[in-house]
């Protein structure tokens, strides 16, 4: 996406109205919290104005958050939070610079999501977490929609794989992918 495109589709007020702290996220996130057990630096791509690092760092994680866009960089500046302007496909961090990695809401935005996976396995020293929405959603950002979790699934890239999905308290579903550094490469 080109950065007029990019900055035309996700305007202040699409991070305003769907950046919230809401009881849906609040719910999601903390189906993945349990999997960060044990680590302490975490990265969270696709941010937006980054309140996954601002809870995350207020449960003593240290916590920083990417995105592509230079407005949702911009809002979470303003509002005191760590978030840089990278792309989620080619961060151009160094290897296994975090504990973990995760995505929220994240890979349904990407034309190639394997490449953002493959990243934070990349990036990612213990556990890469990648939590999408299923179903249809009426977002006209997101270019892929998952019916179940199985096609994020192809591709280990070397690790152990977990996953599950579940459904929210107002009967959305969503799912989430686990990769854990296999014994001994942490």
Known sequence: MTPYKLQQTYCEEYYE???????KFWEELNSVIPYLRGCDTVLDMGTGTGRVPEVLNSQG???????ASPIAQYLAERRGRDVFERDACGTLLPDNAYDAVTSLHLLEHLREPHR?????VRL???VAIHLVPLGYRMDPTHVQQYNTIEPLLEESFGRQVD????????GKRYGAII?????GEQ
């Open 17 to 23: 109205n769907c950046h919230s702290m809401t009881p």
């Open 61 to 67: 994680f240290r916590a920083v958050g990417i995105d």
């Open 116 to 120: 953002a996976i493959a990243e934070s």
């Open 124 to 126: 990612s020293r213990r």
């Open 163 to 170: 996953w599950f999905e579940s459904v929210r308290e107002d």
């Open 179 to 183: 990769l854990r550094a296999v014994q």
